[in-house]
């Protein structure tokens, strides 16, 4: 099943351990009463267990038909969710988590914060990148419309999907990208539904030939200038542990790890954080295998990265990885230097099959 849209607070979506409600931090940034106040609302009315997402939003899961809406106002309360359900369906924005306090990241994604009232009406999963710091981090993940460093040092206007961008005119770049956000509607944007698949040759002003600056490393698991980087193995943490972090304040990443600004405890590395694994069953009604438990098997026998899937959508990794198994009918399928839902190299195992292929039976 594809669904065309995405979950938000909002409008949650019902998974196979209740609803899941979808948290959206400001600049990927909450303070320490917002962190504290999230981890009360999942222990009040979800299920402890927060998931970050790879478009570094927060999941308060497992939350019951009469905790809706008591959670709702709770993060409305927070400043965690817009009150008007239009503006908080449209704040799809991934942020470069580094910005500091005025830079171009910090200014460009407040201002379209701001003015995200003005963006037309676009389909679900389409979303914007703020990637404006010195060097750009979030070339790997997905977003539609980007706002990013280009190779000359300048900020670029670059449309998933294709390769070069756009000069932007300094002050000028919010009006630019909700100018492109308005011509992929006008263009038949509803009908493709992505900007990667929106073949339409892009206006003259969009169409540029800069190239974006070469990518930088995205922080690992350890110290931090702002404090700790804690990986999250499976992008899951609990809300007990989450609220005693220590942390003055706490920023999302794409990347399965949280910023702890001020926090000097750095936690034990776990070998799961090269390991993916979604929900897969009973929480996810598309899945008709387990996933995490088979991944924390199997992940000592296998060098370099494992992902496992509960169906062929492939939630938890959009790129390959070493090792893939995707669940299909009630058993594994097992393919290798691939994405979920590749053509396998064996199909129909059992998890004991590939337990005992892998040595670790
Ligand atoms: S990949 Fe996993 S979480 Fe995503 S739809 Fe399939 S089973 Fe569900």
Redesign the pocket.
Known sequence: ?IRGWCPTAWRPMA?GDGLLVRVRPQLARMTRDQMTGLCDAALAWGNDQIDLTNRANLQIRGVGEHGWEPLVAALVALGLVDPDPQREARRAILVAPEWSEGDDTHRIATELERRIAELPDLPGKVGFAIDAGPARVLHADPADFRIERGAWGDLILRADGREMGAALVPGGEVDALIALAEWFVATGGHDTGRMARHRTPLPRWADGVDRPAPPRATPAPGRHPFGVAQGLPFGRIDAGTFRTSGADAIRTTPWRIVLLEGATHVPATSTLLHTDA????P???????E?RDLAKRLAPAIAGRLHV????????RAGAADVVLT?RAGRYDLAFDAR?GAAPAQAGLSASQLLAYFGTS
């Open positions: 099943m998974a979604c929900v897969g069953a929480a996810c009604p598309q899945a008709s295998v996933t899937s509960g169906c062929a959508k492939g939630c938890a669940g979920a």
